[in-house]
T-cell receptor, first 109, second 115 residues
Framework: EDKVVQSPLSLVVHEGDTVTLNCSYE??????LLWYKQEKKAPTFLFML????IEKKSGRLSSILDKKELSSILNITATQTGDSAIYLC?????????FGEGTQLTVNP | EAGVVQSPRYKIIEKKQPVAFWCNPI?????LYWYRQNLGQGPELLIR????????DSQLPKDRFSAERLKGVDSTLKIQPAELGDSAVYLC?????????????FGPGTRLTVL
C-alpha cells in the first residue's frame, strides 16, 4: 500500500521566520510529488516535482525532491501570516495521488 | 477560466438519510476524482473517472456509495443511507488526464455533517 508521511504535523512560527516542511513516501511506480496549500477551502496547487524536475521555486517558496531518500522538502522563507495553512504532500503513482496528513503551519505576527 | 464547481457547499442530514453531491470539472478535463477528507487528514480517493468510465473505484464503499458521470462531464456522488462516520469534506478534482498526468485541480468541497 502506498504511504506518504509528513512532518511535523503542526508548526507555529513568527513572521519572518524560515520553515522547512518534510515529506517522505513509499509508493510503487513513482511518477511525481506534489505540494498543495489548503486554507479553509480547496487545496491549491503549489509545485509538482518529477524525475526530470527535482527542484522548483516560486517567490518565497521552494521545494526539492530527493529520489534517493524518497523524500521532499518545502521551504518557505520570510514567512507571512498569509502563509498560515495546511500544506499537503501528495505522491502520484499512475494517475492516483496518495496524500499525507498535512502540516498545519501557523504564522503569528 | 472557471475552476471546479461543487454543490452544495454544506449539507447537514440525519443518519440513514440519502445525500448527493454534484461536481462540474474544469472544461476540457477528462479525468475527474472524488475524494473524502476527514478532519486532520489528507484527502483519500474514492473514485476516478476517465471520461464516463470509472477506472479506479477500489476505495469506494459500494454498499452505500455510488457515483456516476453521464456524458463524461458532470458527476454526482451519492450516499444512501448515510452513517455518522460519513461526516467529512467531499472534494471533487479534475485533471487533463493521462496515466502520467498528476496535476489535479480541486473544487471547494462539500462539508457533510451526519447527525
Amino acid at each position: 500500500e502506498d504511504k506518504v508521511v509528513q512532518s511535523p504535523l503542526s508548526l507555529v512560527v513568527h513572521e519572518g521566520d524560515t520553515v522547512t516542511l518534510n515529506c517522505s513516501y513509499e509508493v510503487t511506480n513513482f511518477r511525481s510529488l506534489l505540494w498543495y496549500k489548503q486554507e479553509k477551502k480547496a487545496p491549491t496547487f503549489l509545485f509538482m516535482l518529477t524525475s526530470s524536475g527535482i527542484e522548483k521555486k516560486s517567490g518565497r517558496l521552494s521545494s526539492i525532491l530527493d529520489k534517493k531518500e524518497l523524500s521532499s522538502i518545502l521551504n518557505i522563507t520570510a514567512t507571512q501570516t498569509g502563509d498560515s495553512a495546511i500544506y499537503l504532500c501528495a505522491v502520484g503513482s499512475g494517475s492516483r495521488l496518495t496524500f499525507g496528513e498535512g502540516t498545519q503551519l501557523t504564522v503569528n505576527p | 477560466e472557471a475552476g471546479v464547481v461543487q454543490s452544495p457547499r454544506y449539507k447537514i442530514i440525519e443518519k440513514k438519510q440519502p445525500v448527493a453531491f454534484w461536481c462540474n470539472p474544469i472544461s476540457g478535463h477528462n479525468t475527474l476524482y472524488w475524494y473524502r477528507q476527514n478532519l486532520g487528514q489528507g484527502p483519500e480517493l474514492l473514485i476516478r473517472y476517465e471520461n464516463e468510465e470509472a477506472v479506479d473505484d477500489s476505495q469506494l464503499p459500494k454498499d452505500r456509495f455510488s457515483a456516476e458521470r453521464l456524458k463524461g462531464v458532470d458527476s454526482t456522488l451519492k450516499i444512501q443511507p448515510a452513517e455518522l462516520g460519513d461526516s467529512a469534506v467531499y472534494l471533487c478534482a479534475s485533471s487533463l488526464g493521462g496515466i502520467d498526468y498528476n496535476e489535479q485541480f480541486f473544487g471547494p468541497g462539500t462539508r457533510l455533517t451526519v447527525l
